[in-house]
C-alpha cells in the first residue's frame, strides 16, 4: 500500500538545524511532485516547499527562503528538507506530500513528524 512515512523531526534551539526525511512506497515516486507542508497548533496547513518530479524545479514559501533546501532522490524514494537557522515560528507538525497531476490526479499524505524550536 502507499506509504509516505516522516522522519527526523525533534526539539532543537533557535539557530540550529535539522533535516526531515520522507520515506515514499507504494507509487511511482518519480512521476509525483513532492510537497513539505506544515501546521503550527491553531492555524491551517501552509506549503514549506515543492521539488518537481525530476527535481529540476523548486519553490519555497517566502517564510522559509534562503533557509530550508528541499531536495529528492528519486532511487532511494525519499524527499528531505534541510531546515537551517530554525526559528521559534518554525515549529510546528511537518508533513510530506506527493501530487501527481497527468493521467488524472492523484495524491498522498503523510503521517508528519513535530518540530519544535525552543530555548
Known amino acids: 500500500q502507499v506509504q509516505l512515512v516522516e522522519s527526523g523531526g525533534g526539539l532543537v534551539q533557535p539557530g540550529e538545524s535539522l533535516r526531515l526525511s520522507c520515506a515514499a512506497s507504494g507509487f511511482t515516486f518519480s512521476n509525483y511532485a513532492m510537497s513539505w507542508y506544515r501546521q503550527a497548533p491553531g492555524k491551517s496547513r501552509e506549503l514549506v516547499g515543492r521539488i518537481a518530479s525530476a527535481g529540476s524545479n523548486t519553490n519555497y514559501a517566502d517564510s522559509v527562503k534562503g533557509r530550508f533546501t528541499i531536495s529528492r532522490d528519486n532511487v532511494k524514494r525519499v524527499v528531505y528538507l534541510q531546515m537551517n537557522s530554525l526559528k521559534p515560528e518554525d515549529t510546528a507538525v511537518y508533513y510530506c506530500?506527493?501530487?501527481?497531476?497527468?493521467?488524472?490526479?492523484?495524491?498522498?499524505w503523510g503521517q508528519g513528524t513535530q518540530v519544535t524550536v525552543s530555548s
Open positions: 506530500h506527493a501530487l501527481r497531476t497527468t493521467a488524472g490526479i492523484s495524491a498522498y
